[in-house]
């Protein structure tokens, strides 16, 4: 059973960056589509970014494109996103998601706080 651990989450001033972490277990990472996820507290969880099992086509949503930057380490069954330029309205719990078919399985997030 596939299962998510996320890590790098914290309190960070606005403009700063954070690397968050998501390590894989119970599968064959290279075969699973991963994102990151979040939920800002009142909000619908939304898409962070994308990245499938093969190739480079990542996603990002507008509002943090040119920031944000998803990569996978399949050697380490690592998902990462880089966050630079960090704004208050990124504030939120990053979830790492994984996806295999029709199997999906959530991290339990990671807090990330944006205030001065």
């Known amino acids: 059973q596939v299962q998510l651990v996320e890590s790098g989450g914290g309190l960070v001033q606005p403009g700063g960056s954070l690397r968050l972490s998501c390590l894989f277990s119970?599968?064959?990472?290279?075969?699973?589509?991963m994102a990151w996820y979040r939920q800002a507290p009142g909000k619908d969880r939304e898409l962070a970014a994308f990245?499938?099992?093969?190739?480079?086509?990542?996603k990002y949503p507008d509002s943090v494109k040119g920031r944000f930057t998803i990569s996978r380490d399949n050697a380490k069954n690592t998902l990462y996103l880089q966050m630079n330029s960090l704004k208050p309205d990124d504030t939120a719990v990053y979830y790492c998601?994984?996806?295999?078919?029709?199997?999906?399985?959530w991290g339990q997030g990671t807090q990330v706080t944006v205030s001065s």
């Open positions: 998601h994984s996806r295999y078919g029709a199997s999906i399985t």
């Open positions: 119970g599968g064959t990472f290279s075969d699973y589509a």
């Open positions: 990245i499938p099992s093969v190739g480079d086509h990542v």
